[in-house]
């Protein structure tokens, strides 16, 4: 076996252990033998609510989650230490929960769906004082059926389209999926401050649609958080160029039971590197399910296939990150497909909240439930199963990112 030392940095809620901010985890894996275990973790950078994180070469962004809000840019030193870029830059939004870099750096507002584009400095700096350009807002209206959920827009998520392979069309706009209005809209960065921007899928009424994830084929997979579904979304290129999406299919995220005094919400959904698998985290049963992808006749619409529901060795999963696997298989008969270079597992680490003060959560508050985490599983490719390898306590992990 040969393992390597893994970097990731983790992005938190406030606990009340006072130990706010983000965290960098060492990892020790072998992707081909599927197995690793965690180093420890120190508290990188004190930060207010850093609940989301995107790396870009050098640079770590961070959300700061309240409802001011903000974003702060830190320089990644050559030991993994963390300095500031600047000070934070207010959003003009509140409650951010979702940052994306794409030249600009988009972090999207879940208090009131404003979409906000900070421009960066050659070396990554967020530049909130360019007379010329300077922080751009994107304001949305609308509503949704689920009274106490969505009385207005929450973006929750933002995905520059040349993040995601077959579904980039070229034209540089980003995605934002709003859970408070049922929508999927295109935002275009280059737009002046409080445009507005065009809406191109629209789910059934009271969806909520959290995160999405990109196929091979140009097909987008949505999770809804208020209906724990998985949505597949087909392209449609209209004749004004710009790319719209149906929903064509709806899938039961999980089989697992909720827990008797709450529900099922799922939080992120991801695609492995060669697209055969689709994995999201439901909170509730706390769990991982993962679908196999089929590929539709002559290239068409693809279909999900629920293969298992694993607990993910905690509680409450919000958020996870796909290590990657095995290449070379033991033997044909053990390859996904009867491929003998297929991956035979995914390592993943979960981000498992646990006991976040933000969300009332009723089932945190059972005697034998663990105290927040992240977790490394070892998931099985040919049937979806996942094994707990090993896990850190961390106050309330949010986020999960590789370094």
Do not use: K
Request: with cysteine; glycine share 12%; net charge negative.
């Amino acid at each position: 076996m040969t393992s390597a030392t893994r970097a990731l940095w983790i992005g938190t809620y406030p606990h009340l252990s006072g130990a706010e901010g983000v965290w960098r985890v060492e990892l020790d894996v072998d992707p081909a033998a599927g197995t690793g275990s965690f180093g420890g973790g120190t508290l990188a950078a004190a930060s207010g609510s850093p609940s989301f994180l995107a790396l870009d070469g050098d640079t770590l962004y961070a959300v700061g989650e309240t409802e001011a809000g903000s974003v702060s840019a830190f320089a990644v030193g050559p030991d993994g230490a963390l300095a500031p870029r600047g000070g934070p830059v207010a959003t003009g939004g509140s409650y951010p929960c979702h940052v994306a870099v794409s030249g600009d750096v988009l972090v999207a507002n879940y208090g009131d769906g404003v979409l906000t584009v900070v421009p960066t400095t050659d070396d990554g700096a967020l530049d909130a004082t360019a007379s010329d350009v300077g922080p751009r807002r994107q304001r949305p209206a609308g509503t949704g059926p689920v009274a106490d959920r969505q009385e207005g827009p929450h973006a929750h998520f933002v995905a520059p389209r040349e993040h995601h392979g077959a579904a980039d069309d070229g034209s540089g706009a980003g995605l934002v999926v709003d859970l408070g209005t049922d929508e999927l809209r295109r935002h275009d960065p280059a737009a002046p401050d409080g445009s507005t921007a065009r809406v191109v899928a629209t789910f059934p009424p009271g969806t909520g649609p959290r995160h999405l994830a990109a196929l091979p084929s140009g097909h987008l997979v949505v999770v809804g958080e208020l209906d724990p579904a998985l949505f597949l979304l087909s392209p449609v290129d209209g004749p004004d160029g710009v790319r719209t999406y149906d929903v064509v299919a709806r899938y039961d995220v999980t089989h697992a039971a909720a827990p008797a005094d709450g529900g099922n919400y799922p939080s992120h959904v991801a695609v492995t590197a060669d697209g055969t698998r689709v994995l999201a985290a439901v909170r509730g049963a706390d769990v991982l399910a993962v679908h196999a992808v089929e590929p539709g006749p002559d290239g068409g619409v693809p279909t999900l296939r629920h293969l298992a529901d694993s607990p993910v060795g905690g509680a409450w999963p919000r958020h996870f990150a796909i290590l990657g696997g095995a290449t070379g298989a033991e033997s044909a008969a053990e390859a996904d497909q009867g491929d003998a270079d297929a991956p035979l597992h995914d390592l993943v680490v979960v981000a498992n909240q646990n006991d976040d003060p933000l969300i009332e959560r009723p089932a945190v508050a059972r005697p034998d439930a663990p105290t927040s985490n992240v977790a490394l599983l070892r998931v099985r490719r040919s049937d979806g199963a996942a094994q707990v390898l090993d896990v850190l306590a961390l106050p309330a992990p949010a986020c999960v990112v590789e370094a």
